[in-house]
């Protein structure tokens, strides 16, 4: 058995060879390159410019889309007010996400317009280049002692 000892050079050139193609395929990755927390914000943002009226579609999978899509127009505007996530909470805490194969998980911690407390687990998946939002659980707790402390997806925190 043969142990070879690679030269300094060598190891050098080899650290950076990986390297190069562990940035490059972070940076291919676009997924990785979108943040769940900026796609909640857009989507509060629209809400707070144009209320129901809001555009779900670039923000909801196709899969969470059809409860709207599939609405009568009487019922409409009261499935888009419980879809409207961003609008569970008066208060956000603080929140967290991970990167899942498919998108992210975004969980906040946050008080709601009533004065429950509570974690949103919202999982967004990627499609049409975007983050969008394809499933959500809100978790009340009773005290912040009981927040989840970190990013987890909805299939996660259903009790």
């Known amino acids: 058995m043969h142990l070879i000892n690679p030269t300094p050079t060598a190891l050098v050139i080899s650290s ?61 505007p009261y499935i888009k007010e419980m879809l409207a996530y961003p609008r569970y909470f008066s208060v956000t805490f603080e929140h967290y996400e991970k990167s899942i194969a498919s998108g992210a998980c975004l969980t906040l911690n946050g008080e709601t317009l009533h004065g429950d407390i509570g974690s949103l687990s919202i999982k967004l998946l990627e499609e049409d ?17 009981d927040f989840i402390a970190q990013a987890k997806c909805p299939d996660e925190t259903r009790i």
């Open 129 to 145: 280049g975007r983050l969008k939002m394809n499933d959500a659980n809100l978790l009340y707790v009773d005290s912040k002692t």
């Open 16 to 76: 950076l060879l990986i390297s190069g193609f562990f940035i490059q395929g972070c940076a291919s990755n676009p997924t990785e390159q979108k943040h769940a927390w900026e796609t909640y914000e857009r989507f509060r943002v629209a809400l707070e410019k144009n209320g129901l009226d809001t555009d779900y579609a670039p923000f909801f999978s196709a899969h969470a889309y059809q409860d709207i899509r599939e609405a009568s127009k009487e019922d409409r």
